[in-house]
T-cell receptor
Framework: GAVVSQHPSWVICKSGTSVKIECRSL??????MFWYRQFPKQSLMLMAT?????????EQGVEKDKFLINHASLTLSTLTVTSAHPEDSSFYIC????????????FGEGSRLTVL | GQNIDQPTEMTATEGAIVQINCTYQ??????LFWYQQHAGEAPTFLSY??LDGLEEKGRFSSFLSRSKGYSYLLLKELQMKDSASYLC??????????WGAGTKLIIKP
């Protein structure tokens, strides 16, 4: 199946710093990618939909200025957590849709962020 | 509003069969997905149903009834590695995925 790669898998940073997470579709072009966060023992929470060449669409309650999303090419989307704080510690997962709007979602490996 | 309901946790015995139910209420329907997620890992795709009926794929089968807003995931010949969370997700009329909270499946020897 299609492959989505996410990097880094683990990151530990100090409070106040910014962290960038990359999501790449390795063997297909993804016009749309999705960013989720997941707290322990909870389900996925959609943060934003990243569209190639245009601004991301954020879900209600997600701060646009804090979670910067850039979808510079058909194979790469990045999520930058700016001025991270301990409450931003979470599991961040990206996904890309393969093919049509009803196509299968492939997930990256996830990035576990710990803010000290 | 839109919501997906599935049991929080289930326990089953190795070698047995388990059925995980999912009921949904969404604005429109463009298919239902089941994903498996092991602890600390990203979800992996299991199945997609858009028409009524049963889809079988090896030890796993998924059933859909659109009129009842109901689906189930059936796991046969359970193995210890099947211990994971199983996520039900429905694609609504805007092609947005609505996620259930997941069912944690515990397999006992």
């Amino acid at each position: 199946g299609a492959v989505v790669s996410q990097h880094p898998s683990w990151v530990i940073c100090k409070s106040g710093t910014s962290v960038k997470i990359e999501c790449r579709s390795l063997d297909f072009q993804a016009t749309t990618m999705f960013w989720y966060r997941q707290f322990p023992k909870q389900s996925l929470m959609l943060m934003a939909t990243s569209n190639e060449g245009s601004k991301a669409t954020y879900e209600q309650g997600v701060e646009k200025d804090k979670f910067l999303i850039n979808h510079a090419s058909l194979t790469l989307s990045t999520l930058t957590v700016t001025s991270a704080h301990p409450e931003d510690s979470s599991f961040y997962i990206c996904s890309a849709r393969y093919g049509t709007e009803t196509g299968e979602l492939f997930f990256g490996e996830g990035s576990r962020l710990t803010v000290l | 509003g839109q919501n997906i309901d599935q049991p929080t946790e289930m326990t089953a015995t190795e070698g047995a069969i388990v059925q995980i139910n999912c009921t949904y209420q969404t604005s429109g329907f463009n298919g239902l997905f089941w994903y498996q997620q092991h602890a600390g890992e990203a979800p992996t795709f299991l199945s997609y149903n858009v028409l009524d009926g049963l889809e079988e794929k090896g030890r796993f089968s998924s059933f859909l009834s659109r009129s009842k807003g109901y689906s189930y995931l059936l796991l046969k010949e359970l193995q210890m590695k099947d211990s994971a969370s199983y996520l039900c997700a429905v694609m609504d009329s805007n092609y947005q995925l609505i996620w259930g909270a997941g069912t944690k499946l515990i397999i006992k020897p």
